[in-house]
């Protein structure tokens, strides 16, 4: 089968793989969309600690059941789409119904072959339906919009309360989508790219020019000297790392999106003498990936603003030298089957 494979650092070709097989349990599905996401261009900058080459990215993506083996209520030809990650139902979060943060999660298109293939083998319990009034492509955003919703349930997030989004990429605008639905006021949100900030003000949030203006004094002069009550890090910078809190009200919130590619230094004091809650978020659970479908099938949240280009697979190449220039790129979606 064509699959699009990283092959080395910042090298990534069209090749052929093997078909795979399935085992009892397992469903081989064939890719309908499948999204570039920022763990991807970490692995293509040969930055991942788990990613190893020759490997087929893609953990975001949708398809149809080409062949199933086991006993479910899924049969062959159902448009469905895949919640990536893999527990291994042992460790302690498991066995507390958080599979999610599971000691040795892992991730298909990260540690095994994902999405930027023909086709894909999968568990039967990692598929979920896509409704009739729902897109192959954008049912291809239900993990990130997933990640979404999970970080604002894992958020204090109030009626009317002042948000600030540090970072205005997917996963960014995204966070200020399920804000918004979450019944946020004033969203501000912050990037050094005027190609995303342009998109998110069109999405009705307020953007901040990081080149041009003091995101923190901004912030404090449209809040009355008080600032954000709820502050996202989706950046992942030694600078987004002192603005969150600098930008955070007392006694507010700070929520890490972000996985940071080094250890970053946090002014503990600074949060210490003002009592601000610091809360972290890993992926999400079943029930955050079940809501992402239902939210954009119902028109709830709408994605469609977010895909900058759909490209055929054979152009991987081209899609992640996009991706890599945020003046081009949003959300790039692959189809691996056309």
């Not at 080459?53 to 949708?62: D, I, Q, T, V």
């Not at 083998?121 to 919009?145: G, I, M, N, T």
């Not at 992926?283 to 939210?295: K, L, V, W």
């Not at 895909?307 to 996009?322: A, D, M, N, T, V």
Request: charged fraction near 20%; include cysteine.
């Amino acid at each position: 089968m064509k699959a699009g494979l990283y092959l080395s650092e910042k090298n990534v070709a069209i090749d052929e793989l093997k078909k795979p097989g399935i085992q009892e349990n397992e469903a081989l599905i064939k890719v309908s969309y499948a999204g570039i996401c920022g763990t991807d261009m970490m692995i293509y900058k040969g930055k991942h600690p788990r990613a190893k080459a020759p490997l087929a990215m893609g953990h975001e993506f949708s398809g149809v059941i080409d062949e199933i083996n086991g006993n479910s209520s899924f049969q062959v030809g159902d448009r469905i789409v895949v919640e990536p990650t893999i527990s291994c139902g042992h460790c302690a979060a498991c066995r507390s119904g958080n599979p999610h943060v599971c000691d040795s999660l892992g991730l298909i298109g990260i540690d095994w072959h994902g999405g930027f293939a023909e086709y894909v083998s999968v568990p039967l319990d990692r598929l979920h339906r896509v409704p009739d009034s729902l897109s192959d492509a954008f049912a291809a955003l239900a993990e990130p919009l997933a990640v979404g919703i999970h970080t604002v349930r894992r958020s204090k997030l109030k009626v009317g309360d002042t948000v600030t989004i540090l970072g205005a990429g997917p996963i960014g605008l995204i966070v200020g989508l399920v804000s918004k639905l979450a019944g946020a006021g004033n969203i501000f949100i912050s990037d050094v790219s005027p190609f995303r900030l342009s998109k998110a003000e069109e999405l009705g949030f307020i953007p901040i020019d990081a080149k041009k203006e003091n995101i923190v004094d901004t912030v404090k002069q449209a809040t009355n000297g008080k600032g954000s009550d709820i502050v996202f890090e989706v950046a992942g910078t030694d600078i987004t790392t002192q603005q969150m809190i600098d930008s955070c009200k007392t006694q507010g919130h700070i929520v890490v999106v972000s996985v940071f590619k080094h250890k970053p230094m946090i002014d503990l004091a600074a949060m210490h003498f003002r009592e601000l809650s610091l809360t972290t978020t890993r992926c999400y659970s079943s029930s955050d990936f079940e809501t992402a479908i239902q939210m954009m099938a119902t028109g709830q949240i709408d994605v469609e603003p977010l895909i900058s280009h759909q490209l055929p697979l054979e152009q991987i190449k081209q899609g992640f030298e996009l991706m890599a220039d945020p003046e081009q790129s949003l959300k790039i979606l692959f189809q691996p089957s056309r």
